[in-house]
């Protein structure tokens, strides 16, 4: 096996692109942000000191550990939550509280499921004033985006976990965001479904002038999908690096195995499930060591299976 | 279904199946009532004298133990007098099905008796409207503020300890208040419907609000609803089939508060008809009269679950319940 | 005569406490204008009333009454919060009624048990006297305790030779098959059922040894008693009618027709519960309705009951009786 490249190795192509991104005005910028919760523990701190920002038409992905923080640093740029201290700037201006310019995609079916698909996606528009007539036009409009006009009619639960999703990207997406906030939005779905929605959403990006900030458990996902991958540490949630994903663009399923990706996906590995650290157990890797040293056997000796 | 259904008629749909079922869930109980009722070996434990012969306190139509009137004839036999004659019968308060129908079916056709009487039939529409002003009014106030408890913690928490201490207080021990406050006719039969349904009606609804998913209302908030029209357009709508579940379940609650409310102020009304009754110890009727409620009950109780399962064409748990 | 059945401690504790303020608050001047409003229950001296009713006599005697259907206790309920003018009752419920505040002025008497209220004692006791040291199951505090009392006195017993036993009357032919209870005290229909729940078992003492024990009366509001005297004394004359239809044997069998109709039975069971009562005329009543100290005066059994009553703890304070007896509308001419 060949030794494989620094992931730091960005080929011309690459590097001429990152170069154009940097020259787009910033959409999103997060400066200094801290959050911190009273828990029965006492004080506990999710997120600190997060500073990063996202360029118009650009594709981060969120990844780290499970209890680093992403979902609620996601919460705090929709407006969900509240933060500690710092700042979050969408266009030079803070956000205070939900608001359409920030369009959200949750991991469950958040679809209301007493509305038609139709009226699902006409539900921002009509309750921003727009008329019956011309929420609708629109929502024919992003229906058709994501491929869903023949269901225009059909209540949620009777689509495929899929094509909820994509009737949930067409909702956000009608309100014509500045930033499509993404939270784990594939992670319920079988594997197969997965892959599609994942060229499905990059095609979309491709034909739209939309930002995504994505988060993600999975790597592949991460470095499939992303320009940027915003790497979270755990307890508290920290920055750990940023990775420019140097696998070039149009991605395709078969770059997978691309030696950019392997490099990629190797040092995402390396900083996400580190190897084991004298003492500093992790709750994650205890919970791993406990499961693989013991274990009871409770079949015969001689009925081996392996 | 965790086990399915039995060789016999696993082979029809399943609809036919529950339906089948639903049929047999009442004629079982019908059945083992006329095999007892019918069958002079099972139970019977009096006897009904026909013949008293020469037992002095025996009268034609009383009901006798086994015992004791095996007792006396024995006593008759060794008297030398005439012997007492009876019948194998059930107790009083255990009329045979066909004396429940017959009882059915002149309770409505038997004309009221005086002036001032009035048809079974009119008895119940009364006993119904009570029944519909007390739900209606406490609908009117225990909905939105079960909703407002659910939506608001602060509201909720405000409100809740006090209606859970209330809800602990029986609602016929407000019948003499109601009437010193409300008069003797319709309106403390209906207060002590509110009373009953009221309190619960605030906290099922509640807690129902409460587990709307909350996705749905980030959902809405990041599409950019706010304020008043969260409840209108997202909590309302979320909750309405569970809503409309509960209040289903309330409204059997109101009619079991029915007999104690009626008993308040005036006669009137079916529970007039049963207490009356069974003053008498004609049981037949009140079996009767007991078995109308449970018809109209259960009967509206289907009604409005057909019509739920038309109202929420969305919402899947209407239509296996 | 607690002539229906349940009467909750809770309720009654509630009635006491929260009644005379209701009542005090409703006004008689207001409702001058309106018919006089009576509460009436299932017994069969009340129950009579109906055939005025149905007759139309109210209206062609000139007075303008409603009479309102209740349960017993629900008719004093009403009475007490002051939604009508007056109430039938007995006398001792009468006292037990204004001692929650509800004062009132019985008008007239409408009968008196005769028969209906007994002592029911299992196969082979034959006297009150052969109860001692036996167990009698009863409510205690109603009619039935003092019928036993009153009895037991004549047989030269005390209350403590017996050993009694608290159901509800409703409950009591159940209880009389139980093997370690020799009598129960119960009302007709109530006591019929205790006799056909235990063959052979007799009454031994009824309320037709005791003439007068109780009495059953037309109770009224005083302040509607002060306001419109005049027409309670029309009322009154109607129930002369009564007495005479209902006793004359030509039209007795339409007047039992009526009081069966309205009770919901036929006619035929609802006999034996007429022949248990006896009805007053007017005239009976004014013999009544004179001082004296015996069960022959209202006033001796209403003062009979007073006592009673304080000694049952049914109220603490002795009434004040002759508040509540005021024979002049039976008297008026």
């Known amino acids: 096996m060949d030794a494989l490249p620094s992931y730091l190795d960005q080929s011309e192509a690459v590097r001429a692109r990152f170069a154009r991104i940097r020259q787009r005005e910033v959409i999103l910028e997060v400066r200094g942000l801290h959050k911190r919760y009273q828990s029965a523990q006492g004080e506990t701190e999710a997120l600190r000191d997060i ?74 528009p009509e309750i921003s004033g727009f008329s019956h007539d011309s929420a609708e036009r629109e929502a024919r409009l992003w229906l058709d985006v994501v491929g869903l006009s023949k269901f225009a009619d059909a209540y949620p639960h009777e689509l495929s976990g899929g094509m909820r999703q994509r009737v949930a990207i067409a909702r956000a997406l009608v309100n014509q965001p500045r930033i499509l906030l993404m939270d784990e939005p594939f992670g319920a779905l079988d594997a197969q479904t997965r892959a599609k929605m994942q060229t499905h959403l990059l095609e979309i990006w491709r034909n739209l002038d939309i930002t995504i900030l994505f988060i993600t458990h999975d790597l592949d996902e991460a470095i499939y999908l992303a320009d940027r991958v915003l790497v979270l540490k755990a307890h508290p949630g920290e920055v750990q690096e940023v990775i420019e994903v140097p696998v070039p663009r149009p991605r395709l399923p078969g770059q997978f195995s691309s030696p950019e990706f392997r490099a990629t996906k190797d040092r995402l590995e390396a900083l996400i499930h580190p190897a084991e650290e004298d003492g500093d157990l992790s709750p994650a890797l205890a919970e791993d060591s406990a499961l693989q040293q013991h274990m009871i056997r409770f079949t015969d000796v001689a009925d081996n299976v392996e | 279904m965790s086990l399915g259904f039995p060789a016999a008629i696993a082979h029809l749909p399943e609809s036919r199946q529950r339906a089948l079922l639903a049929v047999g869930s009442f004629l079982l109980p019908i059945l083992v009532w006329c095999m007892i009722s019918y069958l002079p070996f099972l139970w019977h434990p009096k006897v009904m004298v026909e013949e008293p012969g020469g037992v002095g306190y025996f009268q034609a139509g009383m009901l006798i133990d086994h015992a004791d009137f095996a007792e006396q004839a024995r006593q008759m036999r060794e008297q030398g007098l005439a012997l007492p004659s009876g019948i194998p019968a059930n107790p009083i308060y255990l009329p045979a099905p066909h004396l429940v129908a017959k009882a059915f079916y002149t309770g409505f056709t038997t004309p009221p008796q005086g002036r001032d009487g009035v048809w079974l039939h009119e008895s119940l529409w009364h006993s119904i409207q009570i029944i519909f002003w007390g739900f209606v009014i406490s609908s009117l106030f225990g909905v939105p503020l079960g909703i407002l408890g659910g939506t608001y913690t602060v509201l909720g928490r405000l ?19 109601a009437v010193a406050v409300l008069g003797i006719y319709d309106g403390p039969k209906i207060a002590i419907i509110v009373i009953g349904t009221f309190f619960q009606q605030v906290l099922v609804i509640a807690n129902t609000t409460r587990k709307l998913e909350i996705t749905l209302i980030e959902a809405a908030r990041t599409l950019g609803t706010r304020g008043a029209r969260l409840i209108t357009k997202v909590v309302l709508p979320g909750i309405l089939p569970d809503l409309y579940r509960d209040q289903r379940i309330l409204l059997g609650w109101a009619w079991t508060y ?54 929420f064409p969305w919402d899947r748990t209407q239509e296996r319940k | 005569m607690t002539k229906s059945k349940t009467s909750s401690a809770m309720k009654r504790w509630l009635a006491r406490a929260l009644l005379p303020i209701a009542a005090a608050a409703c006004s008689f001047a207001a409702q001058a204008a309106q018919p006089l409003k009576i509460g009436y229950s299932d017994w069969p001296g009340w129950v009579a009333w109906q055939v005025a009713i149905e007759k139309d006599w109210f209206k062609a005697a000139g007075v303008d009454v409603k009479f309102e259907w209740f349960d017993y206790s629900a008719s004093m309920d009403a009475f007490a919060a002051g939604k009508i003018d007056a109430v039938t009752m007995t006398n001792g419920d009468a006292l037990v009624t204004g001692s929650g505040g509800a004062k009132s002025v019985m008008l007239m008497l409408t009968d008196y048990s005769n028969g209906n209220d007994m002592i029911v004692a299992k196969p082979g006791i034959k006297s009150l006297a052969e109860l001692k040291g036996k167990k009698v199951a009863l409510e205690q505090g109603l009619v039935e305790h003092l019928l036993l009392l009153n009895g037991l006195k004549k047989a030269g017993l005390k209350e403590s030779d017996v050993k009694l036993v608290n159901v509800k009357t409703n409950e009591t032919p159940q209880t009389l098959t139980a093997a370690d209870i020799s009598a129960i005290g119960a009302w007709q229909p109530v006591s019929g059922e205790a006799m056909k729940a235990v063959p052979g078992s007799k009454p031994i003492y009824t309320s037709a040894d005791e003439p007068g024990l109780i009495y059953d009366v037309l109770a009224a509001n005083p302040a509607s008693v002060k306001a419109r005297r005049d027409e309670w004394i029309k009322v009154l004359k109607v129930w002369d009618k009564v007495v005479a239809y209902i006793n004359d044997p030509k039209t007795q069998p339409d007047a039992v027709k009526i009081m069966a109709g309205k009770s919901g039975v036929s006619p035929a069971e609802y006999l034996p519960l007429l022949k248990g009562t006896k009805l007053l005329s007017l005239e009976e009543g004014k013999k009544v309705y004179v001082k004296g100290s015996g069960f022959d005066s209202l006033y001796g059994s209403t003062k009979t009951v007073n006592e009673f009553n304080v000694a049952a703890g049914v109220y603490k304070k002795a009434e004040n009786v002759d508040a509540y007896l005021d024979p002049s509308f039976t008297n008026a001419k």
């Open chain 2, 258 to 311: 029915l007999i104690v409310a009626e008993l308040i102020g005036t006669s009137s009304g079916i529970t007039w008809y049963i207490t009356q009754q069974a003053r008498y110890q004609h049981f037949e009727n009140v079996y009767a009269a007991i078995i109308i409620i449970g018809i109209i009950g259960f009967g509206s109780d289907l009604l409005l679950a057909r019509l739920g399962r038309r109202l």
């Open chain 1, 51 to 124: 500073n990063f920002k996202v360029r118009r038409r650009e594709f981060v992905c969120v990844i780290g550990p499970s209890g680093c923080g992403k979902s609620t640093l996601i919460r705090i740029l929709a407006g969900l939550e509240s933060h500690s201290a710092g700042d979050v700037l969408l266009d030079d201006k803070p956000v205070s509280g939900p608001g359409r310019d920030r369009g959200m995609v949750f991991q469950g079916y958040s679809l209301f499921p007493w509305l038609t698909v139709k009226k699902n996606v006409m539900f921002g």
């Open chain 2, 159 to 177: 409100q809740e300890p006090f209606i859970e201490f209330f809800r602990y207080l029986p609602a016929p021990a407000f019948g003499a208040l």
